[in-house]
């Protein structure tokens, strides 16, 4: 079932500029900074109450985020991400409501979740990312 909104995420042409925008001139907090090889992204995490921004930047500039930033001539929200604690069971819900997935079958997320995006066909437009958490809550 889905628990809460788990991140927004924005890509970002260029993720140090990105960082320090946010981090100093917003005063937000950098919680760090992971590689996520199966997203091709870098990507940084800064934790607002309750929640989180993630800035994502193409990984070695390849991979679905750099044509995202190509197609859109520079960067935006790229997508929402809802926690669930049963991932399996939500995508079995959700395809029997017509949901399209980008894939078959979730991939690994940062922080070793399991992640599976909706199809933004099929949800209005919006790009939704559902996010499973290992058993110890991380982050």
Do not use: N
Not at 108 to 131: D, M, N, Y
């Amino acid at each position: 079932m889905i628990i809460a909104l788990d991140h927004v995420a924005i890509a970002v042409p260029d993720l140090q500029e990105a960082i320090r925008r946010f981090a100093e001139d917003l005063g937000l907090e950098l919680a760090g900074t992971e590689d996520v090889e199966a997203a091709q992204t870098s990507t940084a995490f800064l934790p607002v109450t309750g929640t989180r921004i993630e800035l994502i930047h193409p990984l070695r500039g390849q991979g679905p985020v750099a044509t995202w930033l190509e197609k859109r001539g520079g960067g935006g929200l790229h997508h929402l991400c809802f926690r669930t604690d049963d991932l399996d069971a939500d995508v079995v819900r959700l395809k029997e409501r017509g949901y399209r997935f980008v894939t078959e079958a979730p991939t690994p997320g940062a922080h070793g979740t399991r992640v599976i995006f909706i199809h933004p066909k099929s949800a209005g437009g919006v790009l939704i990312e559902l996010a499973e958490h290992p058993a110890d809550g991380h982050p």
